[in-house]
């Protein structure tokens, strides 16, 4: 009895021990909980107030990185060939929330390692396609904030910098907002001078540093574990030139630099013209410089009705949405009469103009997208247009030697010297020099001297083995090419990452207007142009270079050709209201086919620039 007393005794002391400890654990496991949840909270509350939320940001991007190696690790197997175009879509599908989600300066990053998106995978070449520069704008408290830490005084009001600024921000991209306003008046002003004022937003500078860490080991983690390709070589020079993109002093010497080049220049000296930039009202964080009310050539329906032109047979082949009312210009007004020349003397003066900077100046806007561009009437004459070039923070600088091999680059290809053209690609680090030949002139090009009959038939066959693959065979095959393509990233000129991305652009651009221009002809003839005004040429030297562009000049009627021939077909099927592929349209359904058949590579709307 006493036994079981104390068995009884025993086991009654067990049950009240865990009943008072039970609430005990249960009471710390809650405390711990709380101040964790307390610790997370306070540090994205501190994070997010003092330094820009930059920490959160770049753990969701290492999270984000993190999860896409781990994926294509484990999906990215023969077993799973069928499953890989899944794979890519929801690699590409996380990468454009992780751009976006972050805002600011990952919007130029990602626009920068979309800038050759047609060497990805397809769905990445779409999403890389929606990665647009714009933004909510930032409250004007923070712009006040921003002036009195740059200026010491407020935007407007009796003490303030300007004698009138607009609080609302008339555009608004990642990294800046322009605002509308105007200066006091100065003794002998004869008339108001009205500004736009672009306002580094306040977060940016804080992020940087780290933004441009996460950028460093998210391509580290791309070269070394998941995409096994040479991607991290450009780190260094992207980095360096977004640097540079958040210095609005560097901007306003660029555009200063470019406004001196193009006035040099007498082709383009009256048809082009850089906003005034005001030294006084500029700072690293805030640019004053001349307002210039035209349309944007983004707005196309404000530019043929500028131009005096309807959509018959020049119609864009790219669908817009682009508002009237939201692109042009609060303060302009529509000429009575509409300018000379048409839309083609607009893309004519454009493509000139890049092509000047790349030949002739080696200083190369890089940002050269239609909202960048005003067409206005020509204050010289106001019956034709002229071309104003905004946004000046992101240019490149080639010296004489690489604009010497760009332009024999760019000649070769079109007078089929292809030796020349090998022998450049070579020295730059590259193999497959028809890829790269065809990359920069955004036209298909096959550097051989074979019978065409065979070589189609080769081309042919090998289409035909690459289609029997399977998914997983042919993206190795596709990395197995780009390999090839990539030799010696050391040797490459870091600049043509930026230049190719600006000849997409350029091609782009006339391809929205239903390509009134030859490009090609126009870039060719300003190469082989450059080349007779080269620095240190003897005189037999710069008087052969005068009879090679004699002879290329010869060489180039049958590109003019074809592209007068498309034109004709454009209009003939307008007359019977039917729709007809540009000249640049056909040129990149060729492309896409020649990059299918070498490479692999399924180009897709990205490749549009």
């Known amino acids: 009895m006493f036994r079981n007393a104390s068995l009884l005794s025993h086991s009654s002391r ?148 300007f004698e009138i600024f607009e609080e609302k921000a008339v555009a608004s991209a990642s990294i800046a907002q322009v605002h509308r306003a105007k200066l006091r008046p100065l003794a002998g002003d004869t008339e108001d001078k009205w500004v736009a004022v672009k306002i580094q937003k306040p977060d940016v500078a804080k992020q940087m540093k780290w933004d441009l860490g996460a950028y460093r080991l998210v391509m580290y983690m791309f070269e070394k574990w998941a995409f096994d390709l040479p991607v991290y070589f450009v780190v260094d020079f992207v980095s360096d030139h977004l640097r540079r993109e958040l210095d609005f002093i560097l901007e306003s010497e660029n555009a200063k630099q470019t406004a001196e080049f193009v006035a040099s220049e007498p082709r383009l000296a009256k048809k082009v013209y850089i906003p005034r930039v005001y030294d006084e009202y500029t700072t690293k964080r805030v640019m004053t410089a001349e307002w210039i009310s035209g349309v944007r050539l983004s707005d196309r329906t404000g530019m043929r009705l500028l131009m005096g032109e309807s959509n018959d047979s020049t119609q864009a082949t790219v669908s817009s949405s682009v508002n009237l009312s939201e692109e042009t210009s609060p303060t302009f007004s529509f000429p009575a009469r509409p300018l000379k020349g048409g839309v083609r003397s607009v893309m004519q003066t454009m493509v000139e103009l890049f092509s000047a900077q790349m030949f002739s100046w080696g200083w190369v806007h890089c940002d050269g997208h239609f909202g960048n561009f005003i067409c206005r009437p020509n204050p010289h004459d106001p019956t034709v247009p002229q071309l104003v070039l905004l946004d000046h923070g992101l240019y490149v600088r080639v010296d004489e030697n690489f604009r010497r091999d760009w332009s024999l680059l760019w000649t070769g290809l079109l007078t089929a010297d292809f030796k020349s053209v090998e022998q450049i690609t070579r020295k730059w680090g590259m193999g497959l020099p028809d890829m790269f030949a065809s990359v920069a002139l955004a036209r298909p090009v096959r550097l051989t001297r074979k019978n065409r009959k065979t070589e189609a038939e080769r081309v042919t066959k090998e289409l035909e083995e690459y289609m029997n693959l399977s998914q997983y065979e042919q993206s190795a095959r596709m990395k197995a090419k780009l390999k090839q393509f990539l030799i010696d990233t050391d040797r490459m000129p870091k600049a043509l990452i930026f230049l190719l991305r600006s000849m997409r652009i350029v091609q782009g651009n006339n391809q929205s207007f239903g390509a009134p221009v030859n490009r090609v002809k126009i870039t060719g003839l300003w190469a082989s142009k450059s080349l007779t005004r080269l620095s240190n040429l003897t005189f037999g030297q710069r008087l052969r270079e005068y009879m090679n562009d004699i002879v290329f000049r010869g060489v180039l009627i049958s590109l003019d050709v074809a592209f007068w021939t498309t034109r004709l077909k454009q209009r003939v099927l307008a007359f019977f209201n039917l729709k007809s592929p540009s000249f640049e349209d056909e040129l990149e359904k060729a492309m896409r086919g020649l990059m299918r058949n070498n490479v692999g590579i399924d180009v897709g709307s990205a490749f549009k620039g």
């Open 14 to 161: 067990r049950t009240l021990f865990h009943q008072g400890t039970a609430p005990s654990r249960w009471r710390k496991r809650l405390q711990r909980t709380s101040l964790l949840v307390l610790g997370l909270g306070s540090f994205y509350t501190a994070d997010r107030i003092f330094n820009a939320s930059a920490i959160t940001r770049n753990l969701r991007t290492l999270y984000t990185c993190a999860i896409i190696t781990l994926d294509y690790k484990l999906n990215f197997t023969e077993e799973k060939s069928e499953s890989i175009p899944e794979l890519h879509a929801r690699v590409a599908e996380r990468m454009y929330n992780l751009f976006t989600s972050n805002g600011g300066l990952y919007i130029k990053i990602g626009q920068a390692i979309g800038a050759n998106a047609a060497l990805l995978p397809k769905p990445m070449q779409e999403q890389f396609s929606k990665l647009f520069d714009d933004a909510p704008q930032i409250p004007y408290s923070e712009v006040l904030r921003v002036f009195k830490a740059e200026f010491g005084r407020p935007p407007c009001g009796p003490d303030g910098v």
